[in-house]
């Protein structure tokens, strides 16, 4: 009897490749570190999103900035 030998493929939620799920791969199910940086940023910037607005934002932080 083979234990678990065959790793099973799943893919990337960031960039769509094809990853190992595997013991040796502690960034599953993302292909890498720089992956899952990625999508939990991403998470971040749309919870941010939601309650401002950012052009407005932008806008009022340039009329502040005497430079
Ligand atoms: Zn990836």
Redesign the pocket.
Known sequence: MEPDTTPRIVM?P??K?RVKWSAKNPHRP???DR?RLIDLGSWADESNRIPGNPSDDDLLSGELDPS
């Open positions: 990337c960031t960039c490749e993302f292909c890498s992956c």
